[in-house]
């Protein structure tokens, strides 16, 4: 072969080699930018708040109007008033208004002072009077204990079968469940006492008397 027939061939082989070379070159440029096999590609651009003006930043929940929490976790009682005392209950009852009720055939009177109808539902207090010649059958109060104190007069008591002579300024106590029974031996005079009852209950049987006082407006 010549050397100018050499020379073209080698030139000619030459452009041969150079073009495929430089058709690869942009796809070998896109792949530096294209994510690889199995991943995701470029990321969106997070949205800018609205509220902070920091990119990407996330819209707080809504919150109440009480501090922070979110509204769904406010209670719906947030901000209401402290309950009040029932209005049923009454701290001074005068002896005055209290019911009196006749008892014991005619010789004697109760004074409802205190019991759940005023309000006191641990205990209740009676004003007893008993003329001479009155008594108190025997009888029990199996869920009630019993006290009473002699203001004026004597009687004579049995409590669990022991007899008991009683006067001004003693204080008797009956258990819940212990039978017991008065008389009144005091000549001339009356015979007056305070009676406890806790729990209340008993004292309601006193209401099966005629009222002897007029009901203030009630």
Do not use: C, W
Not at 15 to 38: I, N, V, Y
């Amino acid at each position: 072969m010549s050397p100018r027939l050499l020379k073209s061939v080698l030139a000619a082989g030459g452009l041969g080699l150079a073009g495929p070379a430089l058709a690869r070159e942009p796809a070998a440029h896109q792949e530096s930018t294209a994510a690889p096999p199995g991943q995701a590609g470029p990321r969106a651009a997070e949205p800018a708040s609205t509220s902070s003006g920091h990119a990407g930043a996330r819209t707080p929940p809504a919150t109440s109007s009480q501090g922070g929490a979110p509204a769904a976790r406010t209670p719906p009682t947030a901000g209401a008033e402290p309950p009040k005392a029932p209005s049923a209950v009454r701290y001074r009852v005068s002896t005055d208004e209290a019911p009196r009720h006749v008892i014991a055939g005619g010789k004697g009177r109760a004074t409802l002072l205190l019991n759940p109808s005023t309000g006191a539902t641990a205990a209740s207090v009676t004003l007893l009077e008993l003329q001479p010649g009155g008594e108190v059958p025997e009888h029990t109060h199996d869920t009630s204990a019993e006290i009473l104190y002699i203001q004026d007069g004597a009687a004579d008591m049995v409590v669990s079968g022991q007899s008991l002579r009683v006067g001004q300024g003693d204080a008797v106590y009956i258990p819940a469940g212990a039978k017991h029974s008065a008389r009144v031996v005091t000549p001339g005079a009356t015979f007056k006492a305070v009676q406890v009852y806790a729990g209340p209950g008993p004292e309601q049987r006193f209401t099966q008397g005629p009222r002897e006082n007029t009901p203030h407006g009630r």
